[in-house]
């Protein structure tokens, strides 16, 4: 009875693919994230979404576009992968937007771009 | 500017012993505060908040936090160190500015406890 899952894991892939990591979340949250963890651990967010409408759009290049089908799920696709992608990107779910709801992270998908 | 600091990239703890985590803040406004446990290759767990009220807030895995204002601090602490609380820590804030529940987290800090 995962909280929030992503898949894949783990994805390595070449310079200039594009590829898509997946999350769901059954904890009947309204509010979702994508976190990118880099290589020093430090964590920063980069997109929020509250029943399917976007809410936290950070300084993230275009070439990243997160997608909410409904409000269990955020997928995030990228496109012409670089070496500087390389991370550790987190999902998250909290109860609404309200800033005192703790969130609930996924187990990351660790992104190797080569 | 919003910002969050664990002054220590690593603590290192014998078992039983207390342990501190520290985090400082800079924030606009009440700052609700959050501190999050990362294990190897895992993702973030909730271990407490700090929204209103009482100073001292009690979490998960025995551990507790004291909010202090006037320093501007939420250091986590435990009264007796376990082994298996060896892991990365993540304090977090949130300023009434932050849209959509953005959190600003700090660079984390590695714990170690040693048998």
């Known amino acids: 009875d995962t909280a929030v899952s992503q898949t894949p894991k783990y994805l390595v892939t070449q310079m200039g693919n594009d590829k898509s990591i997946k999350c769901e979340q059954n904890?009947?949250?309204?509010?979702m994230y994508w976190y990118k963890q880099d290589s020093k651990k430090f964590l920063k967010i980069m997109f929020s979404y509250n029943n399917k409408e976007l809410i936290i759009n950070e300084t993230v290049p275009n070439r990243f576009s997160p997608k909410s089908p409904d409000k269990a799920h955020l997928n995030l696709h990228i496109n012409s992968l670089e070496l500087g992608d390389s991370a550790v990107y987190f999902c998250a779910s909290s109860q609404a937007t309200a800033r005192a709801y703790e969130q609930y992270f996924g187990p990351g998908t660790r992104l190797t771009v080569t | 500017a919003q910002s969050v600091a664990q002054p220590e990239d690593q603590v290192n703890v014998a078992e039983g012993n207390p342990l501190t985590v520290k985090c400082t803040y800079s924030?606009?406004?009440?700052?609700?505060l959050f501190w999050y446990v990362q294990y190897p290759n895992r993702g973030l767990q909730f271990l407490l908040k700090?929204?209103?009220?009482?100073?001292l807030v009690k979490g998960s895995y025995g551990f507790e936090a004291e909010f202090n204002k006037s320093q501007t601090s939420f250091h986590l602490k435990k009264p007796s160190a376990l082994v298996s609380d060896s892991a990365l820590y993540f304090c977090a804030v949130s300023s009434p500015y932050n849209q959509g529940g953005k959190l600003i987290f700090g660079q984390g800090t590695e714990l170690s406890v040693k048998p």
């Open positions: 904890l009947g949250h309204d509010t």
């Open positions: 700090y929204i209103t009220g009482d100073n």
């Open positions: 924030v606009s406004g009440n700052p609700y």
